[in-house]
């Protein structure tokens, strides 16, 4: 896998920021509870060690001393001006999350962070689309949603990379302006694009 970006906790546009993951931030994330976490402050949006302990079920020890790690690296923040002395409020930095695999081929110990993290992405994506089957839609929203693969293309890999870069822009265009009014009748939604190259018994 050459290069992983996960989701904007906001809206992102063309000249959202983005942050590309070096070794020792990599290996700040790669731990299955941080990366939940992080994953519940993008998707629903800052919390306190105490709602984040009852969404996830560990203690606010434990929450906390992940908390404390993610803002080391400046993935999370926290929301000033919200909370007291005892009750902090954190939220997820705003920006795109960039790993290049190829960064980290002379480093076993990065390497061993990167399978980590990959490892749970695909798990977290898999969990999002089991969520998404298994909940009761009503009206307009039965139905809806799509699940697609196709395995007949051929590329080169510039052409993985252009095709990659073309499904990122049109995302972009759908993803609307984060200063906009909200649409009363829009819910969240979660796109999830795997572009990746598969072996050929025939070629090495």
């Known amino acids: 896998m050459n290069e992983h970006r996960p989701e904007d906790p906001l809206p992102s546009s063309a000249d959202a920021p983005r942050r590309k993951l070096d070794a020792g931030s990599l290996r700040g994330l790669a731990h299955p509870l941080r990366m939940r976490l992080l994953d519940e402050l993008r998707l629903n949006g800052p919390a306190t060690s105490a709602r984040l302990s009852e969404r996830t079920g560990e203690s606010t020890g ?3 001393w992940h908390l404390r790690h993610l803002a080391e690296h400046g993935f999370i923040e926290e929301e000033l001006g919200r909370g007291t002395k005892r009750e902090r409020w954190w939220r ?3 920006g795109a999350i960039v790993v290049a695999g190829t960064d980290f081929d002379q480093d076993s110990a990065s390497r ?6 990959n490892a749970e992405n695909l798990r977290r994506q898999y969990q999002r689309v089991a969520d998404s089957l298994a909940a009761d839609w009503q009206g307009e929203w039965r139905g809806t949603g799509s699940i697609t693969d196709w395995s007949n293309l051929r590329l080169t890999p510039a ?3 252009a095709l990659i870069d073309e499904l990122a822009a049109v995302v972009t265009r759908h993803t609307p302006d984060p200063d906009a009014a909200p649409d009363p009748a829009a819910r969240p939604v979660i796109v999830q694009i795997q572009a990746l190259p598969r072996k050929d018994p025939d070629r090495p």
């Open 62 to 64: 434990t929450i906390s």
């Open 112 to 117: 061993a962070a990167l399978s980590v993290y």
């Open 159 to 161: 052409q993985l990379q």
């Open 92 to 94: 997820a930095a705003r």
